[in-house]
């Protein structure tokens, strides 16, 4: 089946600075990579998603590259705020329908 | 998107008892999945929730200790069986609709004691 594995565990930035969140995946019929913004005591809450068909997407101070030969997807926060501190997740999604698999979380925290 | 709502928002339990998480959708969606987050740790898949018929579970996750319902498009149970310590975790329900975007509950704090 799928593994997801996400790097760093932890991050630590200043107000202002970027914010880069990198996962490989192991299955190449994976098609569908969504990431997810978890704050304390809340479910998961979709922030972006990018399918195999396309390199990369932006939603203002959030984008996510696709690199589908290498089998790694990454998330980039530009001029990060205190309120972007979170647990953040990506996931893949392949040849069944819906059913994701997560990498393990990163604990983004941004200094004011 | 879909606004999914969960009851309860947490709960205490005895070992021994068995707990039933709902989850209510305001719309019709095509897919309902049921995952458990354990302290600390990330998203695992229990099972997918299908209408009028019985769920598909995931490795390690059996029917018996997690049987869910889905009586139609808009509201599934799942229920934790013969609760023991090492099922205090997050349990969160999502939907997914054409377009494969999973949109997730604010899920369901359990402590077994």
């Known amino acids: 089946g799928e593994n997801v594995e996400q790097h760093p565990s932890t991050l630590s930035v200043q107000e202002g600075d970027s914010a880069v969140i990198k996962c490989t995946y192991s299955d190449s019929a994976s098609n569908y990579f969504p990431w997810y913004k978890q704050e304390l005591g809340k479910g998961p809450q979709l922030i972006i998603d990018i399918r195999s068909n396309v390199g990369e997407k932006k939603d203002q101070r959030i984008a996510v590259t696709l690199n589908k030969t290498a089998k790694h997807f990454s998330l980039h926060i530009t001029e990060t705020q205190p309120e972007d501190s979170a647990v953040y997740f990506c996931a893949a999604s392949g040849v069944s329908y819906g059913k994701l698999t997560f990498g393990q979380g990163t604990i983004l925290t941004v200094h004011p | 998107s879909a606004v999914i709502s969960q009851k309860p928002s947490r709960d205490i339990c005895q070992r021994g008892t068995s707990l039933t998480i709902q989850c209510q959708v305001d719309?019709?969606?095509?897919?309902m999945f049921w995952y458990r987050q354990q302290p600390g740790q990330s998203l695992t898949l229990i099972a997918t929730?299908?209408?009028?018929?019985?769920?598909?579970?995931e490795s390690g996750f059996v029917i018996d200790k997690f049987p869910i319902s889905r009586p139609n498009l808009t509201f599934s149970t799942l229920t934790v069986s013969n609760m023991s310590p090492e099922d205090s975790s997050i349990y969160l329900c999502?939907?997914?609709?054409?377009?494969?975007?999973?949109?997730f509950g604010p899920g369901t704090r359990l402590l077994v004691l």
């Open positions: 999502s939907d997914s609709g054409p377009q494969e975007t999973q949109y």
């Open positions: 929730a299908n209408q009028g018929s019985e769920a598909t579970y």
């Open positions: 719309s019709q969606v095509t897919m």
